[in-house]
Protein backbone atom coordinates (compact mmCIF):
# COMPACT_ATOMS: atom_id res chain seq x y z
CA UNK A 1 0.00 0.00 0.00
CA UNK A 2 2.80 2.30 1.02
CA UNK A 3 4.03 1.74 -2.65
CA UNK A 4 0.82 3.06 -4.04
CA UNK A 5 0.84 5.76 -2.35
CA UNK A 6 4.16 6.86 -3.10
CA UNK A 7 3.67 6.62 -6.94
CA UNK A 8 0.75 8.58 -6.55
CA UNK A 9 2.46 11.48 -5.00
CA UNK A 10 4.73 11.13 -7.69
CA UNK A 11 2.55 10.60 -9.84
CA UNK A 12 0.74 13.95 -9.39
CA UNK A 13 3.19 16.41 -7.76
CA UNK A 14 4.24 19.43 -9.72
CA UNK A 15 6.40 21.76 -10.17
CA UNK A 16 7.45 24.49 -7.70
CA UNK A 17 6.86 28.25 -8.22
CA UNK A 18 9.88 29.83 -8.33
CA UNK A 19 9.59 33.79 -7.97
CA UNK A 20 11.98 36.04 -9.90
CA UNK A 21 13.30 39.71 -8.87
CA UNK A 22 13.74 42.08 -11.40
CA UNK A 23 17.10 43.37 -10.64
CA UNK A 24 17.60 45.63 -13.81
CA UNK A 25 15.18 48.24 -12.12
CA UNK A 26 16.96 50.45 -10.35
CA UNK A 27 19.58 50.43 -13.19
CA UNK A 28 17.21 51.46 -15.84
CA UNK A 29 15.75 53.94 -13.36
CA UNK A 30 19.28 55.59 -12.86
CA UNK A 31 19.61 55.65 -16.82
CA UNK A 32 16.34 57.52 -17.46
CA UNK A 33 17.66 59.90 -15.50
CA UNK A 34 20.92 60.21 -16.80
CA UNK A 35 19.48 60.51 -20.32
CA UNK A 36 17.07 63.28 -19.01
CA UNK A 37 20.09 65.00 -18.47
CA UNK A 38 19.19 64.66 -14.40
CA UNK A 39 21.95 63.60 -12.12
CA UNK A 40 21.09 60.50 -9.61
CA UNK A 41 20.71 61.37 -6.09
CA UNK A 42 23.80 59.75 -4.21
CA UNK A 43 21.49 58.05 -2.38
CA UNK A 44 19.37 56.43 -4.97
CA UNK A 45 22.78 55.45 -6.81
CA UNK A 46 24.35 53.94 -3.53
CA UNK A 47 20.83 51.99 -3.00
CA UNK A 48 20.94 50.67 -6.35
CA UNK A 49 24.58 49.02 -6.51
CA UNK A 50 23.52 47.48 -2.92
CA UNK A 51 20.63 45.74 -4.52
CA UNK A 52 22.51 44.40 -7.39
CA UNK A 53 25.20 43.07 -5.58
CA UNK A 54 22.77 41.75 -3.01
CA UNK A 55 21.27 40.31 -6.01
CA UNK A 56 24.33 39.13 -7.74
CA UNK A 57 25.13 37.41 -4.55
CA UNK A 58 22.48 35.72 -3.83
CA UNK A 59 22.38 34.37 -7.84
CA UNK A 60 26.53 33.46 -7.08
CA UNK A 61 25.39 31.21 -3.79
CA UNK A 62 22.99 29.41 -5.80
CA UNK A 63 24.96 28.55 -8.80
CA UNK A 64 27.32 27.20 -6.04
CA UNK A 65 24.93 25.14 -4.02
CA UNK A 66 24.71 21.77 -5.29
CA UNK A 67 21.65 20.19 -4.02
CA UNK A 68 18.23 22.32 -3.73
CA UNK A 69 15.81 21.89 -1.02
CA UNK A 70 13.96 20.20 -3.12
CA UNK A 71 16.62 17.74 -4.20
CA UNK A 72 17.07 16.93 -0.35
CA UNK A 73 13.52 15.78 0.06
CA UNK A 74 13.67 13.78 -3.06
CA UNK A 75 16.83 11.85 -1.52
CA UNK A 76 15.02 11.55 1.70
CA UNK A 77 11.50 9.94 0.28
CA UNK A 78 13.43 7.52 -1.61
CA UNK A 79 15.75 6.72 1.04
CA UNK A 80 11.94 5.95 2.94
CA UNK A 81 11.20 3.93 -0.05
CA UNK A 82 14.01 1.90 0.02
CA UNK A 83 13.53 1.68 3.76
CA UNK A 84 9.65 0.16 3.38
CA UNK A 85 10.80 -2.34 0.21
CA UNK A 86 13.31 -3.71 2.70
CA UNK A 87 10.88 -5.34 4.46
CA UNK A 88 9.71 -7.65 1.96
CA UNK A 89 12.14 -10.44 2.35
CA UNK A 90 11.89 -14.18 1.74
CA UNK A 91 14.95 -16.18 3.60
CA UNK A 92 16.48 -18.38 1.99
CA UNK A 93 18.68 -21.75 2.89
CA UNK A 94 21.80 -20.31 3.10
CA UNK A 95 21.24 -17.05 4.76
CA UNK A 96 21.21 -14.71 2.16
CA UNK A 97 17.76 -13.25 1.74
CA UNK A 98 16.03 -12.49 -1.55
CA UNK A 99 14.38 -8.76 -0.54
CA UNK A 100 13.17 -5.79 -2.87
CA UNK A 101 15.91 -3.55 -1.64
CA UNK A 102 17.75 -4.05 -4.93
CA UNK A 103 15.06 -3.03 -6.59
CA UNK A 104 14.38 0.19 -4.75
CA UNK A 105 17.73 1.08 -5.09
CA UNK A 106 17.56 0.50 -8.92
CA UNK A 107 14.15 2.66 -8.69
CA UNK A 108 16.11 5.79 -7.03
CA UNK A 109 18.88 5.28 -9.24
CA UNK A 110 16.78 5.44 -12.56
CA UNK A 111 14.00 8.33 -10.92
CA UNK A 112 17.16 10.49 -9.15
CA UNK A 113 20.35 9.96 -10.94
CA UNK A 114 24.02 8.83 -9.90
CA UNK A 115 24.72 11.79 -7.56
CA UNK A 116 21.36 11.70 -5.76
CA UNK A 117 20.25 8.38 -5.34
CA UNK A 118 23.98 7.60 -4.04
CA UNK A 119 22.65 10.42 -1.19
CA UNK A 120 19.26 8.06 -0.83
CA UNK A 121 20.87 5.05 -0.51
CA UNK A 122 23.92 7.09 2.14
CA UNK A 123 21.10 7.81 4.16
CA UNK A 124 18.83 4.37 4.49
CA UNK A 125 22.64 3.48 5.26
CA UNK A 126 23.51 5.70 8.22
CA UNK A 127 20.13 5.22 9.46
CA UNK A 128 20.55 1.28 9.73
CA UNK A 129 24.16 1.53 10.76
CA UNK A 130 22.87 3.98 14.18
CA UNK A 131 20.52 1.43 14.38
CA UNK A 132 17.30 2.06 13.11
CA UNK A 133 15.40 -0.81 11.79
CA UNK A 134 15.15 0.06 8.51
CA UNK A 135 16.89 -3.01 7.02
CA UNK A 136 15.69 -6.18 6.21
CA UNK A 137 12.89 -8.09 8.85
CA UNK A 138 13.19 -4.54 10.50
CA UNK A 139 16.67 -4.95 11.64
CA UNK A 140 19.41 -2.50 12.15
CA UNK A 141 22.80 -2.16 13.81
CA UNK A 142 26.35 -2.04 12.97
CA UNK A 143 26.27 -5.95 12.67
CA UNK A 144 24.66 -6.15 9.66
CA UNK A 145 27.56 -4.36 7.70
CA UNK A 146 30.19 -6.99 8.68
CA UNK A 147 27.81 -9.77 8.55
CA UNK A 148 27.30 -12.27 5.34
CA UNK A 149 25.60 -9.71 4.06
CA UNK A 150 27.09 -6.98 4.42
CA UNK A 151 28.73 -6.67 1.40
CA UNK A 152 25.27 -5.87 -0.16
CA UNK A 153 24.78 -3.53 1.75
CA UNK A 154 28.53 -1.56 1.34
CA UNK A 155 28.19 -1.60 -2.41
CA UNK A 156 24.60 -0.48 -2.45
CA UNK A 157 25.85 3.59 -2.96
CA UNK A 158 28.21 2.63 -5.43
CA UNK A 159 25.15 0.52 -7.33
CA UNK A 160 22.78 3.05 -7.82
CA UNK A 161 25.47 5.80 -8.39
CA UNK A 162 26.74 3.31 -11.60
CA UNK A 163 23.33 2.88 -12.92
CA UNK A 164 22.54 6.81 -12.18
CA UNK A 165 25.09 7.84 -14.46
CA UNK A 166 24.01 4.92 -17.30
CA UNK A 167 20.60 6.72 -17.29
CA UNK A 168 22.02 10.43 -17.18
CA UNK A 169 24.22 9.22 -20.70
CA UNK A 170 21.79 7.30 -22.08
CA UNK A 171 21.00 9.40 -24.89
CA UNK A 172 24.71 10.99 -25.44
CA UNK A 173 26.16 7.15 -25.50
CA UNK A 174 24.32 4.52 -26.98
CA UNK A 175 23.76 1.47 -24.51
CA UNK A 176 25.09 3.02 -21.80
CA UNK A 177 21.88 2.53 -19.45
CA UNK A 178 21.64 -1.18 -19.98
CA UNK A 179 25.33 -1.71 -19.37
CA UNK A 180 25.29 0.58 -16.27
CA UNK A 181 22.13 -1.50 -14.94
CA UNK A 182 24.28 -4.46 -15.78
CA UNK A 183 27.28 -3.21 -14.41
CA UNK A 184 25.88 -1.65 -10.73
CA UNK A 185 24.41 -5.54 -10.47
CA UNK A 186 27.69 -7.42 -10.72
CA UNK A 187 29.02 -4.74 -8.48
CA UNK A 188 26.68 -5.41 -5.77
CA UNK A 189 27.21 -9.40 -6.16
CA UNK A 190 30.79 -8.93 -6.35
CA UNK A 191 31.20 -7.13 -3.02
CA UNK A 192 28.34 -9.32 -1.56
CA UNK A 193 30.17 -12.67 -2.19
CA UNK A 194 33.00 -11.26 -1.55
CA UNK A 195 32.23 -10.54 2.35
CA UNK A 196 30.10 -13.52 2.46
CA UNK A 197 33.28 -15.29 2.13
CA UNK A 198 35.59 -13.93 3.92
CA UNK A 199 32.96 -13.59 6.90
CA UNK A 200 31.38 -17.18 6.41
CA UNK A 201 34.84 -19.04 5.74
CA UNK A 202 33.56 -20.59 2.53
CA UNK A 203 34.53 -20.78 -0.58
CA UNK A 204 33.48 -18.67 -3.84
CA UNK A 205 31.83 -21.57 -5.47
CA UNK A 206 29.81 -21.62 -2.50
CA UNK A 207 29.55 -17.64 -2.05
CA UNK A 208 28.05 -17.86 -5.62
CA UNK A 209 25.28 -20.70 -4.67
CA UNK A 210 24.45 -18.86 -1.93
CA UNK A 211 24.45 -15.29 -3.15
CA UNK A 212 24.02 -15.65 -6.82
CA UNK A 213 22.56 -18.31 -8.76
CA UNK A 214 19.34 -18.40 -6.52
CA UNK A 215 18.55 -14.79 -7.37
CA UNK A 216 19.33 -14.35 -10.98
CA UNK A 217 15.60 -14.96 -12.53
CA UNK A 218 14.07 -12.35 -9.89
CA UNK A 219 17.22 -10.01 -10.16
CA UNK A 220 16.61 -10.02 -14.26
CA UNK A 221 12.75 -9.32 -13.07
CA UNK A 222 13.35 -6.21 -10.44
CA UNK A 223 15.44 -4.59 -12.93
CA UNK A 224 13.44 -4.54 -15.84
CA UNK A 225 10.79 -3.12 -14.06
CA UNK A 226 12.38 -0.77 -11.47
CA UNK A 227 13.75 0.47 -14.91
CA UNK A 228 9.99 0.88 -17.20
CA UNK A 229 8.59 2.74 -13.65
CA UNK A 230 11.66 4.40 -12.76
CA UNK A 231 11.92 6.02 -16.79
CA UNK A 232 8.40 7.00 -16.36
CA UNK A 233 8.09 8.44 -12.78
CA UNK A 234 11.14 10.63 -14.20
CA UNK A 235 9.45 12.60 -16.45
CA UNK A 236 7.17 13.39 -13.96
CA UNK A 237 8.91 14.65 -11.10
CA UNK A 238 9.91 18.19 -11.34
CA UNK A 239 13.33 19.32 -11.27
CA UNK A 240 14.71 16.08 -13.24
CA UNK A 241 15.78 15.70 -16.59
CA UNK A 242 13.84 13.36 -18.59
Same mark, same amino acid.
Given at each position: MYIFLFLFFISNCKPFCNSQVDATAPVCHTGRMAALGQTPAPEAASIGGAFIMSQTTQAVSASKSKFSVRDICYA?????????????????????????????? @? $???? !?? %??? &?????????? +?? *????????????????????????????????????????????????????????? @? $???? !?? %??? &?????????? +?? *??????LPFIPTAILKAVLACAIGLNLRKRIPGLKA
Amino acid at each position: MYIFLFLFFISNCKPFCNSQVDATAPVCHTGRMAALGQTPAPEAASIGGAFIMSQTTQAVSASKSKFSVRDICYAGLFAAVIAVMAQISIPMPLGVPMTMQTFAI @T $LAAV !VL %GSK &LSAIATLVYL +AL *GAVGVPVLANFSGGFDKFVGPTGGFLISFPLMAYIIGLGVEHRSAIKGAFVTAVVVG @T $LVNY !VV %GVA &LFVVVAHSTI +AV *GISACVLPFIPTAILKAVLACAIGLNLRKRIPGLKA
